[in-house]
T-cell receptor, first 114, second 112 residues
Framework: DTGVSQDPRHKITKRGQNVTFRCDPI?????LYWYRQTLGQGPEFLTY????????KSRLLSDRFSAERPKGSFSTLEIQRTEQGDSAMYLC????????????FGDGTRLSIL | EDKVVQSPLSLVVHEGDTVTLNCSYE??????LLWYKQEKKAPTFLFML????IEKKSGRLSSILDKKELFSILNITATQTGDSAVYLC????????????FGKGMKLTVNP
């Protein structure tokens, strides 16, 4: 059983550049979630998918952020025109469908904006 | 706004000590509470609690929920250096949302 996989592990970029992260969920999981975590804080919810449908988005997800899950398997999170405040750990999680399912997290992508 | 508060935010103990981590919540239509352990990378799922008074146990770790007083505790007995981590508490709420609302986490350091 492979867990949730995220790529890249680290990304360093200049302010104003676009970045894209990938998440591969646990294979039998229909739900996929994106969170952002900054130092000393718990993860904050960004968005979630049920199969290919994006069902919920946080108001933290500004119009510079877009997430896709085109075939209901892997997902991408893109940030356009990055800003200093985007520096964070971006965590992906997946779960089975159904009420009260535990979410299983990947190791995250750490984004640093220069 | 939904809120999850953990206390203390950090704790330093010696190996062999017993620790109790607290998590209180103020959420709309509570559904369940989850505990995670985060070392340097991914939060790892520990427990999910949905009913009051029923203890969940795994080895030296145990947890219980009090839905009347709106809190949960996580106990770790006979702590080991490998228990050093950030422990996160999170809740699911009703109403069609599948997001987890997390507390800030509690950093536990176990010294040999």
């Amino acid at each position: 059983d492979t867990g949730v996989s995220q790529d890249p592990r680290h990304k360093i970029t200049k302010r104003g550049q676009n970045v894209t992260f990938r998440c591969d969920p646990i294979s039998e999981h229909n739900r996929l979630y994106w969170y952002r975590q900054t130092l000393g804080q718990g993860p904050e919810f960004l968005t979630y998918f049920q199969n290919e449908a994006q069902l919920e988005k946080s108001r933290l997800l500004s119009d510079r952020f877009s997430a896709e899950r085109p075939k209901g398997s892997f997902s991408t999170l893109e940030i356009q025109r990055t800003e200093q405040g985007d520096s964070a750990m971006y965590l992906c999680a997946s779960s089975e469908t159904g009420s009260n399912q535990p979410q299983h997290f990947g190791d995250g992508t750490r984004l640093s904006i220069l | 706004e939904d809120k999850v508060v953990q206390s203390p935010l950090s704790l330093v103990v010696h190996e062999g000590d017993t620790v109790t981590l607290n998590c209180s919540y103020e959420v709309t239509n509570f559904r369940s509470l989850l505990w995670y352990k985060q070392e340097k990378k991914a939060p790892t799922f520990l427990f999910m609690l949905t009913s009051s008074g029923i203890e969940k146990k795994s080895g030296r770790l145990s947890s219980i929920l009090d839905k009347k007083e709106l809190f949960s505790i996580l106990n770790i007995t006979a702590t080991q250096t490998g228990d050093s981590a950030v422990y996160l508490c999170a809740t699911y709420t009703q109403g069609g949302s599948e997001k987890l609302v997390f507390g800030k986490g509690m950093k536990l350091t176990v010294n040999p």
